[in-house]
C-alpha cells in the first residue's frame, strides 16, 4: 500500500513463505498457511481476522497499524499492562523461558482439545449420515416406490373426476340419478 510507504510507524510487508531462506521467519511469526496476515508490535505480531478486501485492510491500517504497548513503547501502555511487563521485567531469562512454555502449553491443550472434539464431531456426522441413509434406504424398499408409482397411476385416472374445492382438498364428483 503505497499510502504508507513513507510512514515511521506504519510498515505493510509481504513475506513469501515457500520461497527459500523465508522459513525461519515464517515459522518465528506462526505463519501455517497462505495467506496469513499478521499486524502489530514486531516481537509479538498477531493474527488479522477481519475483512480482506482493500478498502477494509486499509481502514484497519490506518486505525491499527501505530505505535502500540509494549517494551519498547511502554509510555504507550495503560498501568495494568505497565505493572505486567515490569514484572516480566523483573524475571530471569529462565524464569520467564518457563512461564512462556506454561502458557504455550495452554494453548498447544486448547488446539489438540479443539481438534478432538471436531473429529469426534466428524465421526457422529459420518453415523448420522450413514443412520440417515439407511433409513431413507428401508423406506424406499419398503414400497415407497410402489406406492407413488400407483398413486401417479390414479391420480392420473381419476384425473376427470376430480374437481378442487377452494382450500385446494379434493372432492369427488359423483352422479346422483334422481328417480322421477
Not at 513463505?17 to 502489530?40: E, R, S
Not at 423406506?139 to 410402489?146: D, I, N
Not at 390414479?154 to 382438498?169: H, Q, W
Request: include cysteine.
Amino acid at each position: 500500500m503505497e499510502e504508507f510507504a513513507s510512514s515511521t510507524t506504519q510498515l505493510i510487508a509481504d513475506v513469501d513463505c515457500t520461497a527459500d531462506g523465508n522459513d525461519a521467519l515464517c515459522t518465528a511469526n506462526g505463519v501455517q498457511g497462505f495467506p496469513t496476515l499478521k499486524w502489530g508490535d514486531p516481537e509479538d505480531l498477531q493474527e488479522y481476522q477481519g475483512p480482506r478486501s482493500f478498502d477494509a485492510l486499509k481502514e484497519f491500517a490506518q486505525e491499527n497499524l501505530k505505535p502500540l504497548c509494549s517494551v519498547k513503547n511502554i509510555d504507550l501502555c495503560d498501568e495494568e499492562k505497565k505493572a505486567l511487563i515490569e514484572t516480566y521485567m523483573g524475571m530471569s531469562v529462565e524464569d520467564l523461558e518457563n512461564a512462556v512454555e506454561e502458557k504455550m502449553v495452554l494453548i498447544d491443550d486448547a488446539e489438540k482439545n479443539f481438534d478432538e472434539e471436531v473429529e469426534k464431531l466428524q465421526q457422529k456426522y459420518e453415523s448420522l449420515e450413514k443412520e440417515r441413509g439407511e433409513a431413507v434406504a428401508a423406506v424406499k424398499a419398503s414400497g415407497l416406490g410402489l406406492m407413488t408409482s400407483v398413486l401417479k397411476s390414479k391420480s392420473a385416472a381419476d384425473e376427470t373426476k376430480d374437481e378442487l374445492n377452494v382450500d385446494g382438498r379434493k372432492k369427488w364428483e359423483t352422479t346422483i340419478d334422481t328417480l322421477g
